[in-house]
């Protein structure tokens, strides 16, 4: 089946719309020869230097310099992608991008009745909590929270009552409870994922709900949070949370609040933060921070301040700064977290934020100061120690920056610039491994991403991955890739990733058409199910090691009942693993 390949749609739906028209939905025009001319809706001014021509279907701004053709000015105004632009654009021309294969028309239906579904709940539940006897829990959770039901419909957050509430609602509406099930919402027996919890739901950036997280209301429940599984609509690691309810406010003041919890946000919402987001469930991603730097090049972090929550800030950091993001970090003093802060702050929370938004320092200094924290420059150890650290530290960014920040770790601490930018120790020789690996090994290959390539030149065998590996499986690095190659796959067939290629970031382009310059050793479905199998090895090892550390956590707390649910967890996936490894 034909498709219609990028270069194509875009000339096509370039033909088919007008500039002055797509413009003047935003922009007042007004004609001076062949010329259109307004005010620029990308900067500040008074009078007119936003000049379209539309024979060339061009526009250039005389006072800031930007300049593009329909695309680039939908991209800017919609602060979308050029992928989304081309969307927006062949819908409005009537352009039709794909054509669909049954099978993807199923998927497609699938992803839009999970939509309609959740849609749907999120109404229930916020109907149950306002407006019912049911709702009770969930009203008084909030009230001890200080969320006002304002703030709480802003967010949409609602109340999933015990029991089957939910498919007695469906039942009555005569909706599929199959689609609820899918959609993650119900268990099979009938009973709500989500009974006796606040749940809040988790919407994309124009505001569609993706998923639930939901917060228990019973002290006796060990689950505070539980999450919607990952869907045909949802994947985690892509979302940030009330960006579609802070997105003006973050265009506007400059920069984007990046929270750890939910609630935090809902809480910094209602005390008039309302440019605070959370990454939702997961360490900040690549998507992620290639989603908020469609509206700002600022993050200003705010992370507990526990090590948990030092070592996050600092990942968020050196990811942002790898996507040419600043970054500043909030200290709260005498608060866990902003909800605490803010809270305990009261009237006076939006001047008191303020204050430490003017004193927070970049995250490099922010690491820089804990790396040097209580550092006596007499103590020839003690210097060499925190050399080390700050050599890391300082090495964990993009090289431009890296003469700027030793420079300033040298007058912070003392220690030359020059013994902070020495080279590092030569590298430790990777450990040899057996089978597929000894020989991927060679190559300085892990086993993701030599997948990731593999799939690159022989797309095909994603139908022998795909129902073996989910995404999750893979390491966070290839992960991103992994998923946008499948959609691809999945829309286009075998020539879909090929067809699609360029909407991908640039990073992400560049792997792929090194890996059709030159493949990896050997290209099969046979490897390829090797690998992903490795891939489902090693995730199962790495959490297999979490619940042992988490053990050692919850008998340190003497958590009997937690200890005995981490040990079983812990003996099931011993076995399992061993299983494994015995078949393979
Ligand atoms: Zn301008």
Same mark, same amino acid.
């Given at each position: ?34 010329? *259109? ?21 061009? #526009?250039?701004? *005389? ?7 329909? *695309? ?19 819908? @409005?021309?009537? =352009? ?33 909590? #306002? ?9 008084? /959770?909030?009230?001890?929270? @200080? ?18 509430? *939910? ?44 998923? $639930? ?11 505070? !949070? ?7 609509? !949802? ?117 008191? #934020? ?50 700027? !920040?030793?420079?300033?770790?040298? @007058? ?23 089978? /597929? ?19 690159? =030149?022989?797309? =095909? ?20 890739? $992994? ?102």
């Amino acid at each position: 089946m034909p498709t219609l390949s990028s270069d194509d749609a875009f000339a096509e739906v370039k033909a088919k719309v007008d500039l002055v028209k797509v413009v003047q939905e935003h922009v007042r025009l007004t004609k001076r020869n062949k010329d *259109f001319w307004g005010l620029c809706p990308f900067h500040q001014e008074d009078s007119p230097s936003f000049k379209v021509n539309p024979q060339m279907q061009s #526009w250039y701004c *005389f006072g800031c310099e930007r300049s593009g053709d329909v *695309f680039t000015f939908v991209e800017l105004i919609e602060k979308t992608d050029k992928r989304g632009a081309l969307q927006l654009l062949a819908e @409005r021309a009537g =352009v039709e991008l794909k054509k669909l294969s049954p099978d993807q028309r199923e998927r497609a239906d699938l992803r839009k009745r999970v939509l309609d579904m959740l849609k749907l709940a999120a109404q229930y539940y916020e109907y149950v909590l #306002w407006k019912t006897p049911t709702g009770e829990p969930g009203r008084r /959770l909030l009230e001890s929270r @200080r969320v006002g039901e304002e703030t709480a419909r802003r967010f949409q957050l609602g109340y999933a009552p015990a029991g089957r509430g *939910f498919a007695e609602y469906l039942r009555a509406k005569q909706r599929s409870l199959a689609d609820a099930q899918e959609a993650g919402l119900m268990r099979r027996d009938g009973t709500d994922f989500f009974a006796e919890r606040l749940v809040i739901p988790i919407r994309d950036e124009r505001g569609q709900a993706l998923a $639930f997280t939901a917060r228990t209301v019973r002290a006796d429940e060990q689950r505070k !949070y539980i999450n919607s599984p990952e869907t045909a609509s !949802y994947i985690k690691g892509r979302v940030i949370f009330a960006l579609d309810l802070a997105r003006d406010e973050i265009t506007r003041r400059g920069h984007a609040v990046l929270m750890e919890g939910q609630f935090d946000v809902i809480t910094s919402h209602h005390f008039g933060v309302t440019n605070a987001v959370a990454s939702s469930g997961t360490a900040l991603t690549d998507d992620q921070v290639r989603l908020l730097k469609r509206f700002t090049d600022e993050l200003l972090l705010v992370f507990d301040s526990d090590r948990a929550g030092r070592a996050a800030m600092r990942k968020a950091a050196t990811l942002a700064a790898a996507h040419g993001m600043r970054t500043r970090v909030v200290i709260l003093p005498d608060a866990k977290d902003p909800d605490e802060f803010l809270r305990a702050a009261g009237p006076d929370a939006a001047t008191r #934020w303020e204050d430490l938004v003017a004193r927070a320092a970049s995250g490099f200094e922010a690491g820089m100061a804990e790396d040097s924290a209580g550092l006596n420059p007499s103590n020839p150890n003690q210097v060499e120690l925190v050399a080390g650290r700050l050599r890391d530290w300082i090495r964990q960014f993009p090289e431009g920056l890296r003469d700027g !920040y030793a420079e300033a770790a040298e @007058r912070h601490t003392g220690i030359s610039r020059h013994l902070l930018l020495r080279d590092p120790e030569p590298a430790p020789i990777p450990r040899p491994t057996n089978g /597929l690996a000894g020989r991927v090994a060679g190559k300085k290959l892990s086993a993701g991403s030599y997948l990731v390539q593999l799939l690159a =030149v022989r797309p =095909v065998a994603f139908e022998r991955v795909r129902p073996m590996l989910t995404p999750q499986e893979l390491d966070q690095s290839d992960r991103a890739i $992994f998923v946008r190659m499948l959609e691809s796959y999945e829309r286009g067939g075998p020539s879909g990733l090929e067809a699609e290629l360029a909407g991908y970031p640039p990073e992400e382009q560049d792997l792929i058409r090194r890996a059709w310059a030159a493949p990896p050793p050997n290209v099969d479905d046979e490897v390829a199910v090797e690998l992903a199998e490795r891939i489902r090895l090693d995730h199962m090892k790495g959490r297999h090691s979490g619940i042992i550390r988490e053990l050692s956590e919850a008998e340190r707390g003497r958590d009997s009942d937690m200890v005995a649910r981490l040990e079983a967890e812990a003996r099931e996936l011993g076995r399992a693993i061993q299983e494994m490894e015995r078949r393979g």
